[in-house]
């Protein structure tokens, strides 16, 4: 059985889109026998321009370190999502091409 993890001051409830997005994300991990670990929802210090605040984003730290996991998880998710190696971790964020979601 996998698990999702959070770390301890993730807070927050996201959007429900952007919740069962970070739902079928948990599910990629789980069918390569991995946990999913969120590292933030709408708590934390984010660059100016962010959507975490709001619920519209999630970071997850990638699983064992493979990068190569971002383009699994922008296919499973879709045009509508926005999904970017920052390094230490995967930016998750609902943001649709001309549309004002927020």
């Known amino acids: 059985m996998n698990y999702t993890w959070f770390r301890i001051d993730v807070q927050g409830d996201l959007q429900p889109i952007v919740a069962k997005a970070r739902g079928q994300v948990a599910f990629i991990y789980a069918y390569h ?42 296919a499973a998710l879709g045009k509508d999502f926005d999904v970017i190696n920052e390094g230490n971790h995967i930016h998750v964020e609902y943001d649709p091409k001309g549309t004002n979601h927020v």
């Open 33 to 74: 026998n991995e946990d999913l670990f969120v590292s933030s929802q709408r708590e934390g210090i984010h660059g100016t321009i962010t959507l975490h605040p709001d619920g519209w984003a999630f970071d997850i730290y990638p699983p064992k370190g493979d990068w190569d996991a971002v383009p699994t998880i922008k």
